[in-house]
């Protein structure tokens, strides 16, 4: 852990495609915290609707998005974690176990994240959904503890730019 930033739950969100495992991971790196990608919590069934090419719903997302909170909440010494957390009631969701996590939000453009998607090789998710996760996405609100990052700038910069953003909010 990171001297001078106890216990720090950090969630690296956006759209499919925005780089959040990329970021995460040099994140955490950063930090001195594990990595999870929010990912590999799904349920089954919700990564083979996925893969079928059917958006989730928030039925499907919730028992997804408790576990996220509830992972997070059992890092003591803190983590980072990618999860697309698109809308604002996912994030209260997350909220209700890790009351204090920040939200680094990564943003792109449509085209280029499409790009992303259709050249990455062995996800689950296909770019026919990103349509799907523009329309669910809810931008962070004023109230929420979050910043958002361009994904046109490399990874390694954004995590650096959001580590200072966290080590510039987070209490000491």
Not at 58 to 87: I, N, Q, T, Y
Request: hydrophobic letters at 40%; glycine letters at 8%.
């Amino acid at each position: 852990m990171n001297p001078g930033i106890p216990a720090l739950r950090v969630v690296v969100m956006g759209v499919s495609g925005s780089g959040k495992s990329t970021v995460g991971a040099h994140l955490a790196a950063i930090l001195g915290l594990d990595y999870l990608d929010g990912d590999d919590l799904h349920p089954r069934a919700n990564v083979e609707k996925m893969a079928s090419g059917q958006p989730l719903n928030d039925v499907d997302r919730a028992p997804w998005l408790e576990a996220v909170g509830k992972r997070l909440a059992e890092h003591p010494e803190g983590l980072v974690l990618g999860c697309s957390a698109l809308k604002r009631a996912y994030r209260d969701l997350i909220r209700r176990y890790a009351p204090d996590v920040y939200f680094v939000h990564l943003v792109g453009s449509f085209d280029l994240l499409y790009e992303r998607m259709k050249t990455r090789p062995g996800h689950f998710m296909p770019p026919e959904l990103l349509n799907s996760q523009f329309a669910t996405l809810e931008p962070l609100g004023d109230d929420e503890a979050g910043h958002v990052f361009d994904v046109s700038s490399p990874p390694e910069e954004i995590a650096l730019n959001a580590a200072r953003w966290l080590r510039q909010t987070s209490p000491e």
